[in-house]
Every structure is written in C-alpha cells, then in structure tokens.
C-alpha cells in the first residue's frame, strides 16, 4: 500500500466519540484562557507593572494557550480528565493567591465585593468573548487538520465517516457559528440603515478570497496528487466553497427577510431539509451516489456531500445570527451579562432535550450529510462553549478588580465599580502601565483567514515531507509544536508591525 492510500485510509471509516467526552474536553479552551489571565495578574501584584516585554508575552501565550490543547489532543488524551481537573485546581490556587493579596477591598468582605462587582460597568465598544471563541475556533483547527493524521491522535476525534460526534465534525460546525456572530447584518449600528442589496454586496466582496482559496486547494491537491477523503465533501468540493456558498445565500435570505427572524429561517431550512432527506431519496444519493455503488460522474455526484450539507450549514449559519443580536444588544453592567449567561443555560437545556428527540425519532447525528441533529447538536455546543468563554472574561474582571492597575489583553475593561471609593478609582498613572493589547488572541485575530490559509499549506507541507502515520510520540510532538510555533509566531510579528493582510 502506498503511503497516500495509508494516510487515506488512516483518517477514514471512523465513528467519533461519546458526547461526554466531548463535554469533558470543551472547557480546556477557556481554562487555558483564564490559566493566562490569572498568571498575568499575579504577575502584575508581584512586579507593580505588567509584563512589558513582547517576547515574554508571546512565550506566556503559546505555553498556556497552545501546548495544552496541542498535548490534551494526542499524547494526553487517555487522561483529558485529570488534564481538566489539573488545570482548574491550577486556576482555583491562582484566584485564591490573589484574592488574598488583592490592593482593592483589602478589607471588605467576600459579599460586599461581589455586590460590587455585580454592578461594576463595562466598557461597551466590543464584547471579547466573541473574538476569544473565533480565534480559539481557528487555532484548535488548525491543530487538529495536522494532529489527525499522527497516530497520538485518538481516531474517535476525527471526523466521522457517516454517523457520529468527532471532535474534528463540531470544530467545523463551531467554525460557521464563530462567522455568523459577526456577519455584517448582525454589525448593523442602531439608527444605520442600508439598501436591502448592500450587504449582499459587501457579503459577495467579502466571500472572494474563500473562492479563490477553494480553488487553489482543489487545484493544488489534483496538481501534485495529494490524498483525498472524497466523503467529506466531494471530488472537487472543500470547506473554502462551504463557507463561501453559506455566507452568500445568508445574506440572500436576509435581504428577502428580517434579520430578527433568523431563527425561524435556521428552523425552516433544519426541518425541510430533513423531510426531504427521510422522505426523499436524498439520503440513499448522499451516502451511496445516483447508481447506489458510490458513483462519482457528474458534477453533482462527485460532490454531493459537499453542496447538500450546505443547507445544514447555513441553518447553522443562520441560528448563529439570531445569537449574534442577541449578543450585541447594548449592555453595560456585569449582572446584564449574568442574565445572558441564564438564557444561554436555558437554551443549551432545550437544544439537548430537542438533539436527543431527533436522534430518537430521526437520524443520529451525522456532518456528512449536516442533517437536522447535527445542526442542533453544533448550535447546543457552540452556545455551551462562547457561555465558557463568557464565564472566564466576567472571572478575569472580577479579579482585575480586586488589583488596581491590572490589565489582561483580550479582556473586558470595565469603567469602576458602583460604589468604589476615590482612593480605589484607577489614578491616571495607572491606567499608563496598561500594555498595548499585544497578544497571541489579538494576533490571530487581526488576520484570521491568513492564519486559516497557512496552517492548511504547513498542513500539506508536512505530509508531503513527513510519513506521519508512522511516527513515534516524539517526533510527532516536536513536530506538532514546531508546526504551532510558526503558526504562531507569523501571526504576532504581523501584529507587532501592525500588518493587517486584508484588502477586500
């Protein structure tokens, strides 16, 4: 067997894994966040100054919000758990120092400061938790499109064949909610109005570059004959066409509908398109082609899982805007966000109720064909990791109040508690030793599709170069890491020179 057919063959015919495991994994994102945080606080409490130095922050960065997921993901998946339980003892003895060191409330009590914090003003310009989640999305991506074809990487976490929950299937579905929550319909400012064709317009000026890019993966991979997994998408299709189609026929929909009815969009094209999947053909020509033996010829054949689960996606797509307005409505204080944080619980409760009624009475889940419970599944998912992330930010607020002066880049500022005296207000010297937001988040997130675009060349770089089904765990660590390590650093240099490589 030639080494393509063996890396084939290493990344197919897989079924996923539990949903608990997937549950227990989730949070490793935003503990690593809050890891970093905390770390920078205490750093701060230690110094009187914040971390000024670039390469030190970078360092910190890759650390503790790379080689965890890197190694939780390979060589300690059999013990993620206990990974999750390190990790959150490490956060709970961080949060303990430095509240008992705290400069602010030396001598109030745990109520009184947490009455304070309740209703302690936010600065409203953005909420960071959105951009935690999108960056997070692409670089656990990125990981993973490399990590998946070493043999550290446990095969339930790729991407199903047909049915299942792989860990690879809901980063895919995570990465078209991350983009819907900041489409440009949901960025409307209050009072703006446009012409109904404008956002499809700008959506089509905007969506380009994923076309361009589609095709250059298609022709590079037919070029120099690089293994296929023909059921993911198709013979010619890829996640670039994807993600372009869903973005455009998004903006279609919301130039014939009110963007507040997104949700019932999401709902109509969930449950029609799994009508015609159980009372159609279309499922039996999805899974097994026009000719019931896996027929390639055509267009349409050769790609039929590709164009049909665009329909799932942009019902995900289009859930995902409904929460990106909800997200954005004007809120200033912290309890406002304790209220989000309830009706995302509540949602997340429903959405599993509904997820364990259509894989009962419909079909389980499964991202080959995007059908009605993976779509449910990945919006349940999504909402109970941004609700994580969300949970981290209001943490990190509440202990850059306990410390005057502290900062932590991609965080939210707040204005001042309530009720803080005169002499706990942050003075204007302070507020200078804040660094600029030099970080890995707002680095990758400054250039996000060119980060997407070189993790998927180094991706094929690597196994033109590297026979990775057959590496031990060394090998496959160092590369891995190297592999993240230039990821990485690309990105901060960029942001170091403030380079921003986006012109559409």
Same mark, same amino acid.
């Given at each position: 067997?030639?080494?393509?057919?063996?890396?084939?063959?290493?990344?197919?015919?897989?079924?996923?894994?539990?949903?608990?495991?997937?549950?227990?994994?989730?949070?490793?994102?935003?503990?690593?966040?809050?890891?970093?945080?905390?770390?920078?606080? +205490?750093?701060?409490?230690?110094?009187?100054?914040?971390?000024?130095?670039?390469?030190?922050?970078?360092?910190?960065?890759?650390?503790?919000?790379?080689?965890?997921?890197?190694?939780?993901?390979?060589?300690?998946?059999?013990?993620?758990?206990?990974?999750?339980?390190?990790?959150?003892?490490?956060?709970?003895?961080? +949060?303990?120092?430095?509240?008992?060191?705290?400069?602010?409330?030396?001598?109030?009590?745990?109520?009184?400061?947490?009455?304070?914090?309740?209703?302690?003003? +936010?600065?409203?310009?953005?909420?960071?938790?959105?951009?935690?989640?999108?960056?997070?999305?692409?670089?656990?991506?990125?990981?993973?499109?490399?990590?998946?074809?070493?043999?550290?990487?446990?095969?339930?976490?790729?991407?199903?064949?047909?049915?299942?929950?792989?860990?690879?299937?809901?980063?895919? !579905?995570?990465?078209?909610?991350?983009?819907?929550?900041?489409?440009?319909?949901?960025?409307?400012?209050?009072?703006?109005?446009?012409?109904?064709?404008?956002?499809?317009?700008?959506?089509?000026?905007?969506?380009?570059?994923?076309?361009?890019?589609?095709?250059?993966?298609?022709?590079?991979?037919?070029?120099?004959?690089?293994?296929?997994?023909?059921?993911?998408? !198709?013979?010619?299709?890829?996640?670039?066409?994807?993600?372009?189609?869903?973005?455009?026929?998004?903006?279609?929909?919301?130039?014939?509908?009110?963007?507040?009815?997104?949700?019932?969009?999401?709902?109509?094209?969930?449950?029609?398109?799994?009508?015609?999947?159980?009372?159609?053909?279309?499922?039996?020509?999805?899974?097994?082609?026009?000719?019931?033996?896996?027929?390639?010829?055509?267009?349409?054949?050769?790609? &039929?899982?590709?164009?049909?689960?665009?329909?799932?996606?942009?019902?995900?797509?289009?859930?995902?805007?409904?929460? !990106?307005?909800?997200?954005?409505?004007? &809120?200033?204080?912290?309890?406002?966000?304790?209220?989000?944080?309830?009706?995302?619980?509540?949602?997340?409760?429903?959405?599993?109720?509904?997820?364990?009624?259509?894989?009962?009475?419909?079909?389980?889940?499964?991202? &080959?064909?995007?059908?009605?419970?993976?779509?449910?599944?990945?919006?349940?998912?999504?909402?109970?990791?941004?609700?994580?992330?969300?949970?981290?930010?209001?943490?990190?607020?509440?202990?850059?109040?306990?410390?005057?002066?502290?900062?932590?880049?991609?965080?939210?500022?707040?204005?001042?508690?309530?009720?803080?005296?005169?002499?706990?207000?942050?003075?204007?010297?302070?507020?200078?030793?804040?660094? &600029?937001?030099?970080?890995?988040?707002?680095?990758?997130?400054?250039?996000?599709?060119?980060?997407?675009?070189?993790?998927?060349?180094?991706?094929?770089?690597?196994?033109?170069?590297?026979?990775?089904?057959?590496?031990?765990?060394?090998?496959?660590?160092?590369?891995?890491?190297?592999?993240?390590?230039?990821?990485?650093?690309?990105?901060?240099?960029?942001?170091?020179?403030?380079?921003?490589?986006?012109?559409?």
């Amino acid at each position: 067997m030639s080494q393509q057919m063996a890396k084939k063959d290493f990344i197919s015919n897989l079924n996923g894994t539990t949903l608990l495991e997937i549950s227990v994994g989730l949070p490793l994102g935003p503990l690593c966040l809050l890891a970093r945080g905390l770390l920078l606080i +205490l750093y701060f409490l230690h110094n009187g100054r914040p971390l000024r130095s670039i390469s030190s922050h970078f360092l910190l960065d890759f650390i503790v919000l790379i080689i965890p997921p890197v190694l939780s993901c390979t060589v300690l998946a059999p013990v993620l758990p206990w990974v999750m339980l390190s990790i959150t003892a490490f956060c709970a003895g961080l +949060l303990l120092i430095i509240y008992n060191r705290r400069t602010n409330y030396a001598k109030a009590s745990l109520k009184q400061i947490l009455s304070d914090f309740s209703g302690t003003t +936010l600065k409203p310009e953005h909420v960071p938790s959105i951009t935690v989640f999108r960056v997070f999305v692409n670089v656990l991506t990125s990981i993973s499109i490399l990590a998946v074809d070493f043999p550290q990487y446990p095969r339930r976490y790729a991407k199903t064949e047909t049915y299942g929950t792989g860990v690879m299937d809901f980063g895919v !579905g995570s990465f078209v909610f991350g983009n819907a929550v900041v489409c440009p319909e949901v960025r409307l400012k209050p009072g703006v109005s446009h012409h109904k064709g404008f956002y499809l317009m700008r959506q089509f000026l905007a969506v380009w570059p994923l076309f361009a890019l589609g095709l250059g993966r298609l022709m590079s991979i037919k070029t120099i004959d690089y293994y296929e997994h023909e059921s993911e998408y !198709g013979v010619h299709w890829n996640f670039f066409f994807t993600l372009a189609v869903v973005r455009m026929a998004a903006s279609l929909f919301l130039t014939v509908f009110p963007v507040r009815k997104a949700w019932a969009i999401s709902l109509m094209l969930a449950l029609v398109y799994e009508c015609f999947l159980d009372l159609t053909p279309l499922k039996a020509f999805i899974l097994h082609g026009s000719d019931g033996k896996n027929s390639r010829t055509g267009f349409l054949n050769a790609n &039929r899982e590709g164009v049909f689960s665009v329909i799932g996606y942009l019902a995900i797509y289009m859930a995902s805007v409904q929460v !990106g307005l909800y997200l954005l409505r004007k &809120r200033s204080l912290v309890k406002d966000w304790f209220g989000v944080l309830h009706s995302f619980l509540w949602a997340i409760f429903l959405l599993f109720i509904c997820l364990h009624i259509s894989q009962t009475y419909t079909d389980t889940v499964s991202r &080959r064909m995007a059908n009605l419970s993976f779509c449910v599944w990945v919006v349940a998912y999504s909402l109970l990791l941004f609700s994580c992330f969300l949970v981290v930010d209001l943490v990190l607020v509440f202990t850059k109040l306990l410390v005057k002066g502290a900062s932590v880049p991609c965080s939210w500022n707040f204005m001042q508690a309530a009720v803080l005296s005169k002499k706990q207000e942050l003075q204007p010297q302070d507020i200078r030793t804040i660094p &600029r937001n030099i970080c890995l988040i707002d680095a990758v997130n400054k250039n996000q599709l060119l980060y997407f675009l070189q993790a998927n060349v180094l991706t094929g770089l690597v196994n033109m170069l590297v026979d990775t089904v057959h590496q031990n765990a060394l090998s496959a660590m160092l590369v891995l890491h190297l592999y993240m390590f230039t990821n990485c650093l690309s990105m901060y240099l960029l942001q170091a020179k403030n380079v921003i490589l986006k012109w559409w």
